[in-house]
Every structure is written in structure tokens, then in C-alpha cells.
């Protein structure tokens, strides 16, 4: 039975900490825009990370170069088990991403904006996919379309890389991921908080609880 994960794109520790307690975080994505954002040491977020979620986490690597992000690769490796390196999707990530896939590291090829770039991925034995869709929508183009055809090529030829809906940006996203079947859908924190919201259910419960009070019961 599988079932959609849900991983926190982020690299904010109090914001995955609150997921993770409500134990719904399955993973954690994190970019250099977020890691630049906490002003602290790379190492020191992304054990503390791998402290509070045992599911991937994703680390980036920020050379340009094969033999530079290979370096970065084995040395974030070191700092947990559940880390995965995140590869940007470049002529020079792919060979890495095969030469990491022939060492058992996992990798996230990230920056995806088409189904090629999918399929390169794929063959070079990426273990996660991140298509960004909300930066598509941006340009006036449908996102979840590129999820679709993933999954599409994907299944034609049984490839094992998993499919992280990336840059999801809202309950819509989370919505059309799980239906596509995605496998994964990365969201910011505010995005999660979204998912439980319903003007229904916000009135249904104050009424309730009203009603309970004017009969003076008691539960315990
Ligand atoms: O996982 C991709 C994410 O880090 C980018 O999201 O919202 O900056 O497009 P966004």
C-alpha cells in the first residue's frame, strides 16, 4: 500500500520540529536559499535536521563541477544516514548523479522543468525527481502537467526514481499531487498549516462546542 509523503521544504528547525510532532513529516527538502536563511553553519542545520526527521533530507550541493559536487556529495553523506544530495540538473550533476548512483548515494536531481530533464535523471539512477511547479505556473504554464508526464514516462519503463512535487506552494498543489499518484509532495511550512484549514469546519466546531456548554456536560 503506498501512500503520498509529505516532506517540508524547508530549513527552518522550529517549523520541522512542529511537524514532526504531529507526526505527519516524512522527509525534508532544504535549498541553498533556505540554508542561507537561518545565518547558521550548513553542517550544524542539517544534522540537527536529521535529528528530528529520520526520513530523507535533502542537502544541496552548491559546485558546478562533476568532481566538485562529488566531493560535496561524500562529505555531506558523512554528517547522517538519511541524508540525500541534492544535484542540480546540469550536464555535470547527471555524470555525478551516476557516479553516486554506482556508490549507494541517494540523490535528489533538483531544478527539473521539463520531462526530458526527467528522463536524463532517471537513467543516470537518480533516486528522487523534483519537478518545480509553482515556478512554472509563475510563467504562465501548468505545473502539475510536467508531474503528469513524469509519471507517464516513468511507468512506461518501470523506472524506480521517485517524484517530488517541488516548489508546491499551497493546498492546491498538495490536492493535485495526490491525484496524479505522485509519491512525494515538498511544501513550505505555511503550506502544510493550509492543509487543515475549512471555514466548515472552523463554524461546525464552535457551534458544537456552544452547544455542549449551554447543557453544562461534562466529558471528564
Ligand atoms: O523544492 C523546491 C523549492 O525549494 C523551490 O520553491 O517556492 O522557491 O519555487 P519555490
Redesign the pocket.
Known amino acids: 500500500m503506498s501512500f503520498v509523503k509529505f516532506f517540508l521544504?524547508t530549513a527552518n528547525v522550529e517549523e520541522i520540529r512542529k511537524v514532526a510532532e504531529m507526526g505527519l513529516l516524512d522527509g525534508v527538502?532544504t535549498?541553498p536559499?533556505?540554508a542561507a536563511k537561518t545565518g547558521r553553519p550548513f553542517k550544524e542545520v542539517v544534522t540537527e535536521i536529521c535529528g528530528i526527521c529520520s526520513g530523507p533530507v535533502s542537502a544541496e550541493s552548491i559546485s558546478t563541477d562533476t568532481e566538485g559536487m562529488l566531493a560535496e556529495a561524500r562529505e555531506v553523506c558523512s554528517w547522517a544516514p538519511n541524508v540525500v544530495v541534492k544535484i542540480p540538473l546540469i550536464p555535470e550533476g547527471i555524470k555525478a548523479v551516476r557516479i553516486l548512483a554506482e556508490e549507494g548515494i541517494k540523490t535528489n536531481v533538483?531544478l527539473c522543468f521539463s520531462p526530458t530533464q526527467a528522463l536524463l535523471a532517471a537513467k543516470a539512477g537518480a533516486t528522487y525527481i523534483?519537478p518545480?511547479v509553482?515556478?512554472l505556473d509563475?510563467i504562465s504554464t501548468t505545473g502539475m502537467d510536467l508531474v503528469r508526464e513524469i509519471a507517464q514516462i516513468y511507468d512506461n519503463y518501470a523506472y524506480d526514481t521517485e517524484i517530488?512535487v517541488?516548489?508546491a506552494?499551497g493546498p492546491q498543489h498538495v490536492r493535485e499531487a495526490a491525484l496524479t499518484g505522485a509519491d512525494i509532495v515538498?511544501m513550505?511550512y505555511d503550506a502544510f498549516t493550509k492543509l487543515f484549514n475549512h471555514p466548515l469546519t472552523e463554524v461546525g466546531l464552535e457551534k458544537f462546542l456552544a452547544d455542549w456548554n449551554a447543557a453544562g456536560l461534562q466529558i471528564l
Open positions: 521544504d527538502t535549498n536559499s533556505h533538483t523534483s518545480f509553482g515556478r509563475d517530488i517541488a516548489s506552494r515538498t513550505p
